[in-house]
C-alpha cells in the first residue's frame, strides 16, 4: 500500500496548526484523507447509494518509548496463552516490523485511522534518545500516525522541548543533528486536553482533534494521568497544571458534540492491570471488564457516555475489554502493552444519520491485540531510517562498557527485586560511597527508571557478553543527576512503607531496588504500611536506628519525591554527584573483564512473603 505523499502530510500538520483555537476549546478540525487508507472496504461506490452504517477501522498503540530497533531479552516479547492453558513467548516489537503490520492491517480498509495514548517518545533507547527522540517522531511521521495523546515521558524534557517536537526545530544547544536538515515536528497532532498553563489557564496543546473522511466524522480527546507531576521531575513539568481525567473527557465531548461529532474516542494515559499477562486473555470473563483492575475502571466507568471508545496506556498491560458506560452501554477499553510489540485493531461502526457509533455488541466487533511479530517483512523505509540514524550514534553507542556472564534481567523482570535493579543500586554505592563523593551509605533505585534488561547476546557486532555504550544508554536513558542526601532511619523506613501505601503507591506497588548490605522483608499476605516488617530493616546486618543520620544515594526524579516517595523531599544536606548512566558505566568498566564477567546478582536482598 502506497504511503501519503510526505508534502501532502506536511500540508495537513501545518493546516491543523492554523486551525487551533484558544482559550479554552482549542479544537482542530481536519477534512483530510486519514494515512494509508485503501480503497473499498464497505464504501459506497461512486454514484451508488451510501449504505446508513459504516465500519471505521481504528488501529492503535501506546508507550512506544522510542523503541525502533527491536528490544532485546524478555522486554522484546509477549505471552501467548495457549489453548492447553500453558503460555508462549513471541518475539515481538521494533519499528521495521511495526510499520510493516500497520500497513498490512490497513490494507482493504477505506475508512482507517491510527491513533496513540501517549509516551511515543521518552524513556527511549539510545538510538532515538540520544537525538531527543527526533529519529522516533520521523519514524511515527512515517507509520501515518494520525493522531496521539501525550503521556508522562513528554514531559521528560520540559514544555518547551514537547513543542520542539510537535512543531519542529533544531534542538536548542546541540543545534541539527543532520547536515543541512531541520528537523520538522510530528505530522500528526499531539492532544493535552487536561494539561494548563498555569498562568494564561489555557491548555498547553490542543485539546482535541477531529478526523474526517468523506462525511464520516470522529473526534478525539488526548490526556494523561492527572499524577503525571509525582512520576516526572519537577523540572520537566513546572508551570503546568494537571487536570482530572474524566472531568476533562467531558467536558471537551460536550463541545466537540456542540460542534457536530458525535462520535468520540478518548486517548488516555492512564491503564489498568488485567488479572492475566497474555496478551489474548479475555478480561470480559466472568463478565464485561471483569478482569482487569486499576485506575482506569473508574475512568471508564465516569466518562460520559458520549465517548464511544477508550485507548489507554501507560501500565504497559495488554487489555481489550468491554467496560459499560454511565448508561450502561457497551464500550471499548483497550491497550497494546508497550514498546511497538503489540496493535488494537477495534471496529468502530459509524452510522451516518445519527452520526455517532452504533455500540452493541451485534454491530460492533469485540477489538483485538495483535502482536507484531519479527517473521514478517522489514519495512524497508524504517530499515533505512534505522540505519541513517545509526551511522551517526555509531562512534559513542559502539564503544564497550564492561561484559556480563548472562542476561541480568530489568524491566522484563515481574519480580519486586530484580537483578538488574540491584546491580545498578549497586553502581550508584560505588560511585558515591567515598567521602569526596557523597559518603553513601546505601543508594535506592526507582523501578520506572530501569527501561530495558542487559542482553547477553550480541545486539551488534560487539560480541555476546559486552555491554556496550548503546546498551547502558537504553537502560539508563534519563541522564537523572545522582544525589547523596541526609535521612534518619525513621524517614528510610517511611520510604520503604511508601512503597505499597499511599494514594500514589498503594494499589499498584512500587519497590524501591537497592544496593548490597540493605536488607528487609516484604510482607504482602498483609496491607497497606504494615507490608514492611520494620524490624527487619538491616544495613550490613545491623537493624535500622530511628535516629540516626543515613548518607543515602538516590537519583534526582526520587529526591524530589518522585513516585509517591514524599518523604524523600525531606532530605538534608544534599550533594549532587555524576548521573545514574555514568555511575551504571564505571561500574561495568571496574568491575569487569571478558575474562571475568559480571554475573547477574542473585536478587535476595528483599526478603517476600506472597
Known amino acids: 500500500m502506497s504511503a501519503t505523499p510526505q508534502r501532502l502530510r506536511r500540508s495537513r500538520r501545518l493546516t491543523l496548526t492554523a486551525l487551533a483555537v484558544t482559550a479554552g476549546a482549542g479544537m482542530m478540525v481536519a ?90 517518545i521518552g524513556g527511549s533507547p539510545m538510538l532515538s534518545g540520544l537525538f531527543h527522540d527526533e529519529p522516533s517522531i520521523e519514524a511515527l511521521n512515517k507509520i501515518d500516525l494520525d493522531v496521539s495523546g501525550v503521556g508522562n515521558h513528554e514531559f521528560d524534557e520540559g514544555k518547551t522541548e514537547l513543542r520542539r517536537m510537535a512543531y519542529g526545530g533544531c534542538h536548542p544547544v546541540e543545534g541539527c543533528f543532520e547536515y543541512g536538515k531541520t528537523f520538522t515536528g510530528a505530522e500528526f497532532p499531539y492532544l493535552a486536553a487536561n494539561v494548563t498553563d498555569e498562568k494564561t489557564k489555557r491548555p498547553l496543546m490542543s485539546p482535541t482533534f477531529v478526523w474526517k473522511k468523506g462525511d464520516v466524522k470522529i473526534g478525539f480527546i488526548g490526556v494523561t494521568l492527572e499524577g503525571t507531576p509525582d512520576i516526572v521531575t519537577a523540572e520537566g513539568v513546572k508551570g503546568l497544571k494537571f487536570g482530572d481525567e474524566v472531568e476533562t473527557i467531558n467536558k471537551y465531548a460536550a463541545e466537540l458534540n456542540k460542534q457536530g461529532v458525535k462520535s468520540i474516542v478518548a486517548l488516555i494515559h492512564e491503564g489498568g492491570l488485567p488479572a492475566s499477562g497474555a496478551y489474548n486473555y479475555d478480561c470480559d470473563v466472568p463478565g464485561a471488564g471483569a478482569g482487569v483492575s486499576g485506575a482506569i475502571v473508574d475512568i471508564a466507568k465516569n466518562v460520559d457516555p458520549k465517548v464511544d471508545a477508550l485507548v489507554t496506556g501507560h501500565t504497559h498491560q495488554a487489555y481489550a475489554c468491554n467496560i459499560p458506560d454511565p448508561a450502561g452501554n457497551p464500550r471499548t477499553v483497550t491497550s497494546a502493552a508497550s514498546i511497538g510489540r503489540l496493535y488494537t485493531d477495534t471496529t468502530l461502526t459509524y452510522d451516518r444519520q445519527t452520526k455517532d457509533i452504533v455500540r452493541t455488541p451485534v454491530t460492533s466487533p469485540k477489538p483485538v491485540n495483535k502482536v507484531v511479530t519479527r517473521d514478517q517483512p522489514k519495512a524497508a523505509d524504517m530499515t533505512e531510517l534505522i540505519r541513517r540514524w545509526n551511522e551517526l550514534a555509531a562512534p559513542v553507542a559502539n564503544r564497550p562498557q564492561g561484559f556480563i556472564s548472562a542476561d541480568i534481567p530489568g524491566r522484563g523482570s515481574p519480580e519486586f527485586e530484580k537483578p538488574l535493579g540491584d546491580l545498578i543500586a549497586d553502581a550508584q554505592l560505588e560511585a558515591l560511597a567515598p567521602a569526596g563523593k557523597g559518603g553513601a551509605e546505601l543508594a535506592v533505585m526507582n523501578p520506572g527508571g530501569i527501561r530495558s534488561d542487559l542482553a547477553y547476546k550480541a545486539s551488534g557486532g560487539e560480541g555476546d557478553g559486552v555491554v556496550t555504550y548503546g546498551e547502558s544508554f537504553t537502560v539508563q536513558p534519563f541522564t537523572n543527576m545522582m544525589n547523596v542526601v541526609d535521612l534518619t532511619g525513621a524517614q528510610l523506613v517511611t520510604a520503604l512503607q511508601q512503597q505499597v501505601s499511599g494514594p500514589v503507591n498503594g494499589a499498584s506497588p512500587k519497590i524501591l531496588q537497592v544496593s548490597k548490605g540493605f536488607t528487609y522483608t516484604l510482607d504482602m499476605t498483609r496491607t497497606g504500611a504494615d507490608r514492611v516488617v520494620v524490624d527487619s530493616v538491616r ?72
Open 31 to 120: 477534512a483530510a484523507l486519514p494515512a494509508g487508507a485503501a480503497s473499498g472496504g464497505g464504501a459506497a461506490k461512486s454514484g451508488a447509494a451510501k449504505s446508513r452504517t459504516v465500519d471505521v477501522q481504528m488501529l492503535s498503540f501506546n508507550d512506544f518509548h522510542g523503541t525502533l530497533e527491536p528490544p532485546q531479552g524478555s522486554s522484546g516479547t509477549v505471552t501467548e496463552r495457549q489453548a492447553d492453558g500453558t503460555a508462549k513467548a513471541i518475539p515481538a516489537g521494533g519499528v521495521e516490523y511495526l510499520a510493516t503490520s500497520l500497513r498490512e492491517a490497513r490494507k482493504g480498509h477505506e475508512y482507517s485511522v491510527t491513533a496513540a495514548a501517549g509516551d511515543m
Open 539 to 610: 544495613l550490613n546486618g545491623a537493624p535500622i536506628d530511628p535516629a540516626r543520620t543515613y548518607r543515602v544515594a538516590m537519583n534526582e526524579f526520587l529526591a524530589g519525591g518522585g513516585d509517591g516517595f514524599t518523604v524523600l523531599k525531606e532530605h538534608k544536606n544534599k550533594l549532587v554527584g555524576a548521573s545514574d548512566l555514568d555511575c551504571l558505566n564505571a561500574y561495568l568498566t571496574n568491575n569487569s573483564s571478558q575474562a571475568a564477567p559480571i554475573a547477574p546478582p542473585a536478587a535476595n536482598r528483599i526478603t517476600v512473603v506472597k
